[in-house]
Nanobody, 121 residues
Framework: QVQLVESGGGLVQPGGSLRLSCAAS????????MSWYRQAPGKERELVAT????????NYADSVKGRFTISRNNAKNTVNLQMNSLRPEDTAVYYC??????????????WGRGTLVTVSS
């Protein structure tokens, strides 16, 4: 019933930009923090960015600070990730999920399909 649908991935050269989107349904979106995660081939899934339920606070992994921006639109039940100055090490499948608050490590729903970002020259 809960659905998390990621989109916007693709192939981009180093230094380029992409904007990812996540469309959520089946729960009261505005009540939860939302996060972007990524998983590179052969590596563990890692937290990239989180935004609070009302969008007033954000948190980023050190590896993406200054390059990525998370945002949300509670009227549309969407969360976005603007990625600039992309590096080959950003290559991964990117996923979104919900949490109780900005700092919660517990995701609330099953993972969606994700969207693949490939940064390569």
């Amino acid at each position: 019933q809960v659905q998390l649908v990621e989109s916007g991935g693709g192939l981009v050269q180093p230094g380029g930009s992409l904007r990812l989107s996540c469309a959520a349904s089946g729960f009261t979106f505005r009540n939860y923090a939302m996060s972007w995660y990524r998983q590179a081939p052969g590596k563990e899934r890692e937290l990239v960015a989180t935004i609070s339920s009302a969008g007033g606070s954000t948190n980023y992994a050190d590896s993406v600070k200054g390059r990525f921006t998370i945002s949300r639109n509670n009227a549309k039940n969407t969360v976005n990730l603007q990625m600039n100055s992309l590096r080959p090490e950003d290559t991964a499948v990117y996923y979104c999920n919900a949490g109780r608050n900005l700092y919660s490590a517990n995701t609330l729903y099953a993972w969606g399909r994700g969207t693949l970002v490939t940064v390569s020259s």
